[in-house]
């Protein structure tokens, strides 16, 4: 892979002695993850004995997407020429010259044993997902006194953060972009240390796949926003402006927890058509598992995959929007429905309340369910709030599934929560 304009750009960033808080941003496959793992590597062979990690919400998902996709091929390598053992349980690298890469986990079950050594480089993969509360934390460990082998000088601790971005009232947003603290909004004592890059796709032309740009191209607007043009989303009018990553947003299950399994269907063509997979476990909670979102295919595919994909799942039920050419269809293929509760207030309500309460989640896998969140808003300029019927697709099916199965005895008034009245 060779280093386009914009990564060197990025690298120049995260050498900067001066900025030692760095994030990079912007849409996939962009390069931003090539670029940090290749800083890493390069700290690890400059500064004898340095200690770096690689974050994420979990242990298992640092390991799992970036040290097993990005980190580890540049790893081998060195492996191969004998400069560094890699170990797997648990996953790190150590050189001959005493420096280790390593990863760990965000969750309170992981992070105190990660963190009971000091590191001269602390990353965290896609910090959307992580809370403010961990920063001043993982800067306490930032306190390294390796020093260069060439020239003598003493490693500059960072911490690298990356990510696609969510919304503007993400502390990502208020510490890298408005240099404020995200606990009090007042400016940020080291604003000048803060430093950041945007990195889209577009950049890394050069390393994609010939058809992979007219493939993100051809993303809706909602998803163009953030995984193509890598813009942080506007939370003004946004209906579930309480949907927290850190969370609603859990990794993917290994194993369905104990409780009713159901579906619920968004019919669309032009549109995507929407299948969601839930849970409703034994103390309530939803958590939504996987889900299709497919635009420009008929019925009897959608009918296909979705008996494939709910093999071995005990389904309760489906509930679908009320077109009744299209439920017939789903019936003869053998994907039996009932029209769903489509009550808008209350069902915006419910979920909304949902979330505030954290019974609601969502696996990571489920991407554009995810992404609806920061793209479901309100109309402008009406007597009654009402949601703009567009980009909320995957809204739908999920209001359609939380109202039929868990609120269909529940009329909601919850006004001071969401405006309704």
């Known amino acids: ?7 060197l750009e990025a690298g120049a960033l995260l050498s900067n002695p001066n900025k030692t808080r760095c994030l990079l941003y912007g849409g ?8 940090i793992a290749k800083k890493l590597w390069q700290r690890a062979h400059e500064f004898a004995g340095t200690k770096q990690v690689i974050f994420r919400k979990t242990m298992a998902d640092a390991r799992d997407t970036f040290w097993l996709e990005t980190m580890l091929p540049i790893l081998k390598n060195d492996e191969a020429g004998g400069h560094c053992t890699i170990y797997k349980q648990p996953p790190y690298a150590e050189y001959k010259n005493g420096s280790i890469i390593r990863v760990g986990g965000l969750h309170p079950s992981e992070i105190d044993k990660a963190l009971g050594v000091e590191y001269g480089t602390i990353f ?13 934390v993982l800067l306490t ?4 006194r390796s020093v260069h082998h060439e020239h003598g000088g003493q490693i500059v601790p960072k911490l690298i953060v990356d990510c696609n971005p969510p919304t503007t009232n993400h502390w990502l947003h208020k510490a890298f972009i408005l240099k404020q603290s995200p606990e009090d909004g007042k400016p940020l004592n080291d604003a000048d240390a803060w430093g950041s890059l945007q990195i889209n796709p577009m950049d890394n032309k050069p390393n994609l796949a010939k058809d992979f740009l007219s493939q993100i191209e051809g993303m809706s607007e909602r998803d163009k926003q953030r995984f193509y043009y890598g813009n942080f989303g506007q939370t003004s009018g946004l209906i579930y402006d309480n949907f927290d990553p850190e969370k609603h947003i859990i990794d993917d299950l290994t194993e369905l927890p104990s409780g009713r399994i159901y579906r619920a269907i968004d019919f669309g063509f032009v549109h995507p058509f929407v299948c969601l997979w839930f849970v409703i476990t034994d103390d309530e909670t939803v958590i939504v598992f996987k889900e299709r979102s497919v635009k420009g295919i008929t019925i009897d595919v959608h009918a296909q995959d979705i008996i494939e994909q709910s093999k071995g799942m005990k389904i309760e039920n489906t509930c679908t929007d009320h077109d009744a050419g299209e439920r017939e269809m789903l019936n003869r293929a053998g994907v039996s429905t009932i029209r769903a509760d489509k009550n808008v207030s209350s069902g915006i309500d419910g979920v909304y309340s949902l979330l505030e309460r954290g019974k609601l989640k969502v696996t990571r896998s489920c991407k554009h369910t995810i992404n609806g969140f920061y793209s479901y808003t309100w109309k402008e300029k009406t007597i009654k709030s009402e949601p703009k019927k567009e980009q909320d697709d995957e809204m739908d099916a999920l209001r359609y599934g939380i ?4 609120l269909r005895d529940q009329n909601l008034i919850t006004a001071d929560v969401v405006g309704w009245l």
Not at 141 to 144: A, G, K, Q, S
């Open 124 to 136: 965290v993969n896609e910090a959307s997902e992580t809370s403010w509360r961990n920063v001043p």
């Open 141 to 144: 460990r930032l306190n390294d």
């Open 1 to 7: 892979m060779s280093f386009t304009d914009k990564q």
């Open 28 to 35: 996939v496959r962009s390069g931003k993850s090539y670029t």
């Open 403 to 406: 109202k039929t199965f868990l």
